[in-house]
């Protein structure tokens, strides 16, 4: 018998917004939503942006106001906090000569070392010196726009770093704090509960960002330093690790003393970090399995190299799709005549239990993850391209799913959250992959929903992305449309899809499972089974029986109740983001050691009691 992996809590920031509470996909189905809802919503972004606070941070927004809040999010024009892209800043290399000579003054301080040999030095006093030569190699300023105009960032005025002393910390960095503990947060059980409850060295931690952290701070700044003339710094190289949101989780937000990883496969980073996690449960290596990734990639340097790989919808090539000018809006455009997709920014995480240790805390339940395929793409001629293998992930995520819930369940009850990243390739070959499979298992008219249309390409969160919207979608039953392109484009496969280009209203109840579907380059193909919370209840009852169910229900109040109280603060801008920078240290000469147990200071016992698991051998 194998342990049911429980989503009890999650959170992040992405461009819609905060994700706990479902926040961030409902600013992806605005348009469907009550009018208190609506209010609900772009209050809770206003505050997350800095335009109201504390009392005032409540009710219906003015019209002004609620623009600026609506043109605030989602995938949108590049904004200047990040570069000019119309005019970013780069250096041209240019040989100057003159065969009678030229002479300049610098800083003897400023001298290159050694000396050209052709350089004839003199001393002009107050430090300087004048040199003479025939010809110079030099980088001069110069600026040119970047062909890509279009992003998915953070809603505009919401600054991680200034939420938490984040000195010198990487912008994906400051990311994985603050959503780590939205998550935590939104938990709505102290995490130290947690921990005694089960066992320090029952947690896992698994997160990663497929990039790592490529601006000043982090490895941009490690490569770049010797180039612009100025000196490492004694954390970039650290701080660059593409495990530091893990690390950072682990050291500064939970105290993690159990097992830790951070595994990464390019766009299908998240689902490999899952699968850790969902493995660690099912098996019973781990209790608790805290999930993540934070990507931070709009840099010029990370824009460069995919726009040069012709990955990205540049602005020349929108313009023939809109015959003219350009909707930064629109520019993400799964399914329908797109040009390459938007990079976005943001942290997706999730914790999990064993559905023991869910019924005995009275943790919420949010779904569960019966399993996460993963398969490679074999031979390739292009390591970028398509291949084979996402074939194998989602025909055996349809299949353990058809075996775990039925085949109704999976027939007319399902629905898939496609990778959908905006690229002509993609359209084609993950819409024949979904259309071929659906006849196979007899799926008719399956509803295909693509997250990226409004929130860009995250990169290692993006099926985080995608998870955090199916879990919306299960707790408000609003399928979001691909509202970003007028019809499905002639080359998409869709016999048996239901690819919608407006919000499909579904009854909750009508909706038992979720198929997250990530293609990454490299041939890193991944699929996630994710059941709904009402399908999830139901198997916890026939496993641990009405009593223990009702049991949970009265348990689960206070959680409820402590849950909604981070959420109202949160809604007023009072984000609470854990940094323990220097506290609990653990000294290691009071750790307790025995040969049945290791003993931590402040920790319960993690007991060395472990039978043998090749008795059959020896």
Request: charged share 20%.
């Amino acid at each position: 018998m194998q342990r049911l992996p429980v989503i009890t809590a999650f959170g992040g920031f992405n461009p819609a917004g905060r994700s706990s509470f479902h926040r961030g996909y409902a600013r992806t189905v605005l348009e469907k939503l009550s009018l208190r809802e609506r209010i609900d919503t772009l209050s809770d972004l206003a505050a997350l942006m800095g335009l109201r606070t504390g009392s005032d941070a409540a009710g219906p927004l003015g019209l002004g106001l609620e623009q600026r809040v609506l043109d605030g999010t989602l995938v949108r024009e590049l904004e200047a906090r990040f570069y000019d892209y119309r005019k970013c800043h780069f250096h041209q290399a240019a040989d100057l000569a003159n065969h009678s000579g030229m002479s300049f003054e610098i800083s003897t301080r400023q001298l290159p070392h050694p000396l050209p040999d052709e350089w004839q030095v003199e001393s002009v006093g107050s430090g300087r010196v004048r040199v003479t030569t025939a010809s110079l190699s030099v980088m001069l300023d110069s600026f040119r726009e970047i062909p890509v105009g279009a992003a998915g960032q953070l809603p505009t005025g919401f600054e991680p770093g200034e939420r938490y002393n984040s000195r010198f910390h990487p912008r994906g960095l400051q990311l994985a704090v603050l959503g780590a503990s939205d998550a935590v947060h939104s938990m709505g059980i102290d995490w130290e509960t947690v921990v005694a409850a089960a066992g320090p060295g029952n947690i896992s931690v698994y997160a990663s960002s497929a990039m790592s952290q490529l601006d000043p701070f982090g490895n941009g700044g490690l490569m770049q330093s010797r180039l612009r003339g100025s000196r490492v710094s004694s954390k970039q190289l650290a701080l660059g690790l593409n495990s530091m949101p893990a690390d950072f989780v682990n050291a500064y937000v939970l105290g993690n003393v159990g097992s830790t990883g951070a595994v990464t496969g390019a766009c299908a980073s998240y689902l490999y970090n899952l699968r850790s996690g969902v493995e660690d449960i099912r098996s019973g290596r781990a209790r608790v399995a805290v999930i993540g990734a934070a990507e931070a990639p709009l840099v010029p340097e990370i824009v460069d190299g995919y726009s040069t790989m012709g990955a990205l919808a540049t602005t020349e090539n929108l313009r023939k799709i809109f015959s003219g000018e350009v909707d930064f809006r629109r520019t993400s455009r799964p399914f329908g005549e797109n040009c390459g997709f938007t990079l976005g920014e943001g942290t997706q995480w999730a914790i999990l239990m064993d559905d023991t240790l869910a019924l005995e805390l009275g943790a919420n339940i949010h779904g569960s993850v019966s399993g996460v395929y993963i398969n490679a793409d074999g031979y390739k001629k292009s390591i970028s391209a398509p291949g084979p293998g996402n074939y194998l992930t989602m025909a055996r995520a349809m299949a353990e799913s058809r075996a775990i819930v039925g085949d109704e369940s999976l027939t007319r009850r399902s629905f898939v959250q496609a990778h959908g990243s905006s690229t002509p390739q993609n359209r084609v070959t993950e819409s024949a992959i979904l259309d071929r499979l659906a006849s196979v298992f007899g799926v008719e008219e399956w509803p295909v929903c693509a997250v990226k249309a409004y929130v860009g390409h995250s990169i290692s969160a993006a099926s985080g992305d995608q998870l955090i919207s199916a879990l919306g979608i299960f707790d408000r039953g609003i399928i979001p449309g691909i509202a970003t392109v007028d019809r499905v484009a002639d080359d998409v496969h869709q016999k048996n899809l239901q690819i919608s280009l407006e919000h499909v209203e579904r009854d909750p109840s009508s909706l038992d499972l979720a198929l997250l579907n990530s293609k990454g380059f490299g041939g890193n193909n991944a699929t996630a089974a994710v059941l709904s919370p009402r399908l999830t209840r139901s198997m916890l009852e026939k496993r641990h029986g009405a009593k223990a169910i009702l049991a949970h229900h009265r348990d689960n109040e206070a959680v409820v109740e402590q849950a909604v109280a981070y959420d109202v603060r949160a809604s007023r801008g009072d984000l609470q983001p854990i940094y323990r920078f220097g506290e609990g240290h653990i000294d290691e000469a009071e750790i307790n050691l025995s040969a049945d147990s290791v003993t931590l200071p402040g920790f319960p016992p993690v007991e060395l009691d472990v039978s043998n698991p090749f008795d059959d051998m020896v």
